[in-house]
């Protein structure tokens, strides 16, 4: 009974297993180099891209300044930065980030990002995704402290997001009133006492795509096994 039990037991935890990195990217240099205004936009964990979209345009900058990203790294950390965004009261969610991954063999998909908004960037930045089917909404990240990083927010996405051979994810500042719903059509700038800008910044770091491995059959198949015969033992002893 007991080596039945440990069977189960490695079963279980090979199929249920707490979420692992499927991609990730901390844009720092390959090779470090020490500065952090020549960064890297290949993931260090896994296969996918990144890229700016829409018209928004992109550099490095530091990931370690106004209390730094979560990365463990700090002499030579990059951070994604993007700027060049719409016109006032025009082309909500029409330009960002976009990541491109496989979930193949994954589920339970959830992004994880550390954002910094620049004073004159917008407050609310939509999280969309494309399994096969459009673009649908995940959730907004609300910045209200410019030029300061906000670490590890996570977005959890649907079962539609699981086993996709291409998923786009897309990070795409919006108007306040698709945020909220308040009726305001127009971005509303990160600092309270800022104003809206096109040269606003949006600065990424330690962009991670996260899922849990879906249980190959032969597991599956093991696991009924060994609770059929656990049953049978259970019996016997009664």
Known sequence: MTKVLSVLALVVASGAASADIITQWNFNSIPADSSVTSGNLLPVIGTGTINAFGGATNLFASGASNNGSSDPVLTDD????????????????????????????????????????????????????????????????????????????????????????????????????????????????????????????????????MGSRIPTPASAALLGMGLVVAGRRRRQTV
Do not use: C, K
């Open 78 to 209: 990059s951070g994604y930065q993007t700027t060049t965004y719409a016109a006032q009261g025009t082309g909500s969610a029409s330009r960002g980030v976009e990541v491109v991954v496989s979930t193949t063999g994954f589920q339970g998909i959830s992004i994880e990002f550390d954002l910094r908004n620049s004073n004159t960037s917008s407050r609310y930045v939509q999280v969309l995704f494309n399994a096969g089917s459009g673009f649908q909404n995940a959730g907004f990240f609300t910045g209200v402290l410019g030029d300061n990083w906000v670490n590890n927010n996570v977005f959890t996405l649907p079962a539609s997001a699981d086993n996709a051979a291409s998923l786009t994810l897309r990070f795409a500042p919006v108007f306040e009133s698709v945020a909220t719903g308040n009726g305001n059509a127009n971005y509303v700038a990160a600092s309270p006492t800022g104003t809206y800008g096109v040269s606003g910044t949006v600065r990424y770091d330690m962009v991670e795509v």
